[in-house]
């Protein structure tokens, strides 16, 4: 089937002000009789569900967390994009706009990407009305920095906590309209089903992580802001909580999975230490404004302290390959160079996977206190964690899962095609393509969030009638009782091995043969080796305790199970993807290391429909158009 | 690096099946930790142990393991986060422990705090602070350009200094009193700092601190135990300011 | 009105009526020190100047520090109970960071001045502890005027070896109430910072260290029979 993205016509730069006026709106006065409930209170969720609740529709929000304060958004460092051009050094709409294609390798929508591009100003007045305190200089203007992929300074940021504060700034407008009564907040509540009645979205099945109890909740519409799915390989940089189990059971009940395998690498997280280990920690990309990445040149030379290794024996490959970006490439170039410095032998630290990130000349050039300034809390952070002090000696650095641009399929108004359920942030596919710029994911929540949602499901709620299914249907009852069931088989294996064991074979598997780069064969591989691991996974799984209570292990083996679903559809759509594009990395389809596209044969958006357990999932397309944007071979060089 | 060290400590653990339940301390050993082991995934080793055992692992909230989230809350031999400086207890590090060590670990304990199971207490509390005030009354859309209001560095520096605030309750876990004065105090401080939150700071604090005392927190004595505790180093000077915050709305 | 009933309020109220003892306290001490002989009869003189006030001021001025006592104490014990409550379960490990003994006392050490001040009061100001002593019954002459003899009746008492001890011990725990009590106030009425602080609470405890030197010379100069 094609797929139709329902991208409005014409000039690019009227196609989102157009559309918002061809979307039906709904009466003040009707908006309190719709119901819409919004999983997940991340950048996406929690400013979806604040805007929603303050246009009057009764909102229901959920987190598995404790409070909405705690979603992973949380983490992002760095900054986030918009396209002010406050330093006038020639940004714009259109520059970002561009720059945001190009990054993502040609496999985003341009529609999408320009809507992101124009919303972004609006996104900084609102935080700065929210009073998230960005970093300022001493007139007391905004202040920018530069991140990877742009040649421009737009990176708004607060200290090394962008993140946090813009997730602050959004739970703090929720909490306004909790305290208003317009959004009514379910935490510590994991969902655990999507209700699908005569095709269309009509609620979710939650299980209270506190008491165990199964609750249903009816809406007339859902939206999903489930975040992203690389937890998938074990060790990456999510919270220990991400997972793909919202998205997977949407997608069970219909949903369409887009490019799964368009998964980023961060190229700067801390190396892994040991087996035991239970994340990986990023250290924000603005480090490499200011550190310089080399490894020896010599292999004879990974031994030595770094600091003894002469300037004239180190090879500082970015800069040296990428001469007008240099350790400014984008993640995945920086990330796949790591690995092949590392791959060719010359790799530092446990196992040789890790190459140093020198702030040795910054400290010349800047002095040691302009750089605490600026990374402080990143350099204590290293430190902690390492024991090594970054201002005495290189840090080192290895490139870790962090962020996934594939997710559930949605047309321009962040509809899946199953009406009803809407897809916000990294839950969805629609604006990085194949790989995403560094301070775009924030962008990209609080666009959908605060400035997409609320007019798109007016239009979709302006042709529907509020409350026409309750959680008296049936259909509630048989998802409660379907959830239920699965528990109750989960708990009743009492295996012989628990749940992180097989969490970390499966992403062992996946970082192995579907990591940074994957060929036909290591996806083959993993096609038949997940299916062996799932079997024996509810076949050998030990879950203490029971369903009535607070039951981690239930949490996780739940999330475990779905992961070792999805990840044979990552590595099916791997497999299928007969190129190399942003985070796809296939090593048959390359130029001397550079990844080679294929625009002929798939230049198009790739949407999985699942068919049922164990049977080979349908393949849908959505043909991508460039009017506006040439394609062209991505060079940083 | 040495990691063929490895530690053997005893673990004398908060154990409380539910919120009614007396709940009670038991004892666990550690085998095979390395200095580079987080004290969470120290506790995940244990777990571990505990499930091939068929008993029921220690539960613990944690979830971003990076910090900042805010989530993870225990004390670690009367230290809420185990007491080393701006340190959440998943960036704490086994390497501060040596071979024999023998840990208490405890959960947040206040009564605004109550106990949902182990490890886990139920913070939302500090939520419903927050709702009573901590926030700008702007709307969605329609706000000012961010440049139209000036704010020089020296001034939002501050404010972020008290944003920095992860939430995790770890102030009150400190407090003898079990209050949740730095926790407000950096809330309130914040947006009275900042010209954005000025309309409203007369309203807010007296909301929040009144919300505060509602939800069964303490008042302050001015102990400085929160500030010690404090992963993120809230200064005190924050609750000052809410002090001063307070009076001027006496006079509003 | 929100300064009775809040947490904040009642702890400015705290605040201020502390404050306003530890200025008396400051200014007791001054007249005290007149003993060693700066104004011309000494504290007989001092003792003489205050008492001939107009009969109004003395009255307001001692109700008015009773009002402030009353107020400190009756907030002070209503704070405690609370907080005590904040966490009624304590941890198995105590580990105290910042805490002083002094700053976790201020309960006992406020209770113990209470016991002291009436004891003090019975003792010097209603003089019906040791009425053989009692400067009223004791009249001497200062420049032509039969006044009582405060002196006597101090140089008495402080010839005890346990009466000392009581005094010298009580502005002991004086220092302690004072030492966490002062910086307090500038903390609560905010006018502190992180970098005022520091300096604040050496200055609180200085404060609070010459109060109990200055206090405690009078009885350990008598005992020791450095004055007569």
């Not at chain 1, 737009?154 to 009564?181: M, P, V, W």
Request: net charge neutral; proline share 4%; aromatic share 10%.
């Amino acid at each position: 089937m094609i797929l139709d993205g329902k991208c409005p016509t014409g000039p690019i730069e009227q196609t989102w002000d157009k559309h918002r006026f061809d979307l039906k709106l709904v009466n003040p006065a009707n908006k309190r009789k719709y119901n819409v409930i919004v999983v997940g209170t991340g950048l996406a969720g929690g400013a979806a569900a604040a805007s929603l609740g303050e246009l009057g529709y009764n909102v229901q929000a959920f987190c598995y967390q404790d409070s909405p304060r705690r979603a992973h958004s949380i983490a992002a460092q760095g900054g986030i994009n918009a396209a002010k051009n406050y330093p006038n050094d020639g940004d714009s709409i259109y520059r970002l706009f561009y720059d945001t294609i190009k990054g993502g390798d040609f496999r985003a929508r341009e529609a999408d990407v320009w809507r992101l591009a124009q919303v972004s100003n609006n996104i900084i007045d609102q935080c700065v009305a929210q009073g998230v305190p960005f970093g300022r200089d001493y007139a007391g203007y905004l202040d920018n920095r530069s991140f990877g992929g742009a040649q421009v300074s737009r990176t708004f940021f607060a200290r090394g906590q962008t993140g946090q504060q813009l997730l602050l700034g959004a739970y703090s407008a929720l909490s306004r309209q909790i305290k208003l009564g317009s959004v009514k907040m379910y935490d510590r509540r994991e969902m655990l089903d999507l209700v699908v009645v005569d095709g269309v979205a009509r609620g979710i099945t939650v299980r209270n992580l506190v008491t165990g109890a199964m609750e249903s909740y009816a809406a007339d519409a859902v939206c999903l802001c489930t975040g992203g799915y690389v937890n998938v390989f074990y060790l990456s940089t999510n919270a220990m909580g991400c997972s793909v189990t919202a998205n997977w059971k949407a997608h069970k009940k219909g949903a369409y999975f887009a490019n799964p395998c368009y998964t980023q690498i961060h190229p700067t997280c801390i190396p892994q230490a040991g087996d035991y280990q239970s994340k990986l920690t990023l250290m924000s990309e603005s480090l490499r404004n200011d550190g310089r990445v080399w490894v020896p040149k010599k292999k004879e030379d990974c031994g030595k302290h770094p600091n003894e290794i002469a300037e004239d024996d180190r090879d500082y490959y970015l800069e040296r390959k990428y001469p007008s970006y240099g350790n400014l490439a984008p993640r995945d170039i920086a990330s796949r160079a790591a690995k092949e410095q590392c791959d060719d032998g010359r790799g530092v630290g446990p196992g040789g996977r890790g190459v140093y990130l020198d702030f040795a000349d910054s400290i010349k050039r800047l002095g040691e206190d302009t750089i605490r300034e600026r990374y402080g809390n990143l350099f204590e952070m290293y430190e902690k964690i390492t024991d090594e002090n970054g201002y005495k000696r290189p840090m080192r650095m290895y490139p870790a899962p962090h962020y996934s641009m594939g997710g559930l399929w949605v047309d321009y108004n962040l509809m899946s095609n199953i009406p009803g359920l809407f897809v916000l942030g990294e839950a969805n596919f629609s604006v990085h393509g194949a790989n995403r710029l560094g301070a775009s994911a924030l962008m990209q929540g609080l666009a959908d969030g605060y400035f997409v949602i609320p007019y798109t499901i007016g239009g979709y709620l302006a042709t529907v009638k509020p409350g026409q299914v309750k959680t008296d249907h049936a259909e509630f009852k048989k998802c409660e009782a379907d959830v239920k069931a699965e528990q109750d088989k989960l708990l009743g294996i009492n295996g012989n091995k628990t749940v992180f064991e097989f969490m970390r074979e499966v992403g062992g598997l996946m970082w192995e043969n579907c990591g940074m780069a994957r060929t036909k064969e290591s996806l083959e591989t993993n096609l038949k080796k997940i299916p062996a691991l799932r079997e024996e996974f509810w076949k050998n799984v030990k879950v203490t305790g029971s369903g009535a209570e607070l039951n981690q292990q239930l949490e996780n083996a739940g999330r475990t199970a779905d992961f070792l679903e999805f990840s044979e559809l990552l590595c099916r759509d791997a497999l299928h993807r007969n190129e190399s594009c942003g985070g796809h990395f296939r090593s048959e389809y390359q130029d001397a290391g550079e990844a080679q596209r294929d625009d002929v044969n798939f230049c198009y958006v790739g949407a999985w429909e699942y068919k049922g357990d164990n049977k080979e999932p349908e393949l849908h397309k959505e043909p991508l158009k460039f009017d506006n944007v040439h394609l062209a071979i991505r060079s940083y060089k | 690096m040495s990691d063929h060290k490895t530690m053997t400590l005893t673990l004398i653990v908060w154990r409380q099946k539910n919120a009614s339940d007396a709940g009670k301390f038991e004892t666990y050993t550690a085998k095979n930790i390395t200095e580079h082991h987080s004290f969470l995934e120290m506790l995940d080793c244990v777990n571990e142990d505990l499930i091939y055992a068929g008993k029921d692992p220690i539960v613990f909230d944690h979830d971003c393991r990076e910090g900042i989230c805010g989530m993870c809350s225990q004390v670690v031999n009367g230290a809420p986060h185990g007491g080393q400086d701006r340190t959440t207890v998943c960036q704490l590090h086994m390497r501060k422990f040596k071979d024999g060590d023998t840990i208490y670990i405890e959960p947040w304990r206040a009564r605004a705090f109550p106990i949902i199971r182990d490890l886990i207490v139920d913070r939302s509390a500090l939520d419903k602070i927050i709702q009573a005030g901590g926030y700008t009354s702007c709307h969605t859309g329609g706000v000012a350009d961010g440049n139209a209001i000036l704010i020089p560095k020296p001034v939002a520096d501050e404010a972020m200094d008290a944003a920095e605030c992860v939430g995790c309750g770890a102030c009150v876990a400190g407090c003898p009193n079990g209050s949740a004065m730095l926790f407000t105090g950096a809330k309130v401080s914040q947006l009275a700092i900042l010209p954005q939150g000025q309309g409203e700071a007369a309203r807010r604090v007296m909301n929040m601190t009144n919300t505060m005392t509602e939800c069964g927190f303490g008042n302050c004595t001015n102990h400085y135990e929160c500030m010690a505790a404090c992963p993120k180093g809230i200064n005190v000077k924050f609750i000052a300011r809410m002090n001063r915050e307070f009076l001027k709305a006496q006079f509003a | 009105m929100q300064l009775l009933t809040s947490s904040i309020g009642r702890k400015i109220l705290m605040a201020i009526t502390g404050q306003a003892m530890v200025l008396f306290a400051v200014i007791h001490l001054l007249g005290n020190s007149s003993i060693f002989g700066w104004l011309p009869g000494g504290i007989n003189a001092y003792a003489h100047h205050l008492h001939s006030m107009p009969a109004p001021v003395i009255i307001g001025f001692r109700l008015g520090l009773l009002l402030f006592a009353c107020v400190h104490i009756w907030f002070g014990i209503q704070l405690t109970i609370e907080n005590r409550g904040g966490r009624p379960q304590q941890y198995a490990v105590k580990s105290v960071q910042k805490a002083s003994f002094a700053s976790e006392n201020m309960i006992w050490t406020g209770s113990l001045l209470v016991a002291f001040i009436i004891y003090h009061l019975l003792h010097f100001t209603f003089q019906v502890i040791s009425p053989e002593t009692a400067a009223v019954k004791n009249m001497v002459d200062l420049h032509g005027a039969n006044v009582p003899n405060v002196l006597g009746m101090v140089v008495a008492a402080f010839q005890n070896l346990f009466v000392t001890l009581i005094y010298a011990g009580a502005m002991l725990v004086l220092f302690l109430h004072l030492s966490h009590g002062i910086q307090s106030f500038f903390q609560t009425l905010g006018w502190s910072n992180d970098r005022v602080q520091p300096f604040i609470t050496k200055a609180g405890t200085l404060v609070a260290l010459a109060l109990f030197l200055g206090y405690a010379a009078v009885p350990l100069t008598i005992l020791l029979r450095i004055l007569n």
